[in-house]
């Protein structure tokens, strides 16, 4: 294999390539993950962005947020903002 074919192997998903959706936090887990309700009624397990934490930005139980679905498992995702 080639160095290309070996670059595409290992390619992440692409950016555009997620869903968002809101939400409200119902409960909070170890390793800062969440479970969120989101508003269709489905639960999903979340962890908090690099720049939410990077920016120490709080997430309590019943906070309105936003979260990023994978289309490839749809029961995890990355909360990207968080209501004021």
Do not use: C
């Not at 908090?48 to 979260?67: A, E, N, P």
């Amino acid at each position: 294999m080639d160095n290309v074919a070996l670059y595409t192997l290992g390619r992440k998903m692409p950016k555009g390539d997620h869903i968002e959706m809101r939400g409200v936090v119902k409960d909070t887990l170890p390793n800062t993950m969440f479970r969120v309700e989101l508003e269709n009624g489905h639960v999903v397990t979340a962890h908090i962005s690099g720049k939410m934490r990077k920016h120490y930005i709080r997430i309590l139980t019943g906070d309105t947020v936003t979260v990023e679905l994978t289309p490839y498992d749809l029961s995890k995702g990355r909360i990207t903002f968080r209501e004021r």
